[in-house]
């Protein structure tokens, strides 16, 4: 179904944000705030850290695509 062409910018928008949002949480700079001895549960800190911000990126994208696009 065409929703026309102030959806699609709409939708580009969202996407790019969300890619802008995840670059952003893997910059070194917040990659180094966990010592390297923090440890959550028998996990490294920073491995947690990695883990819950990728499967955020999914979860946001997942849900513009499902949502607007």
């Given at each position: 179904?065409?929703?026309?062409?102030?959806h699609d910018e709409?939708?580009?928008?969202?996407?790019?944000?969300?890619?802008?949002?995840?670059s952003?949480?893997?910059?070194?700079?917040?990659?180094?705030?966990?010592?390297?001895?923090?440890?959550?549960g028998?996990?490294?800190?920073?491995w947690v850290?990695?883990?819950v911000?990728w499967?955020?990126?999914?979860?946001?994208l997942?849900?513009?695509?499902?949502?607007?696009?």
């Amino acid at each position: 179904m065409w929703r026309g062409k102030r959806h699609d910018e709409r939708f580009t928008g969202l996407t790019v944000a969300i890619g802008a949002f995840g670059s952003l949480l893997f910059l070194p700079p917040l990659l180094s705030l966990f010592p390297d001895d923090a440890r959550i549960g028998h996990l490294p800190a920073q491995w947690v850290y990695l883990f819950v911000a990728w499967a955020a990126l999914i979860a946001l994208l997942a849900f513009a695509v499902r949502r607007w696009g």
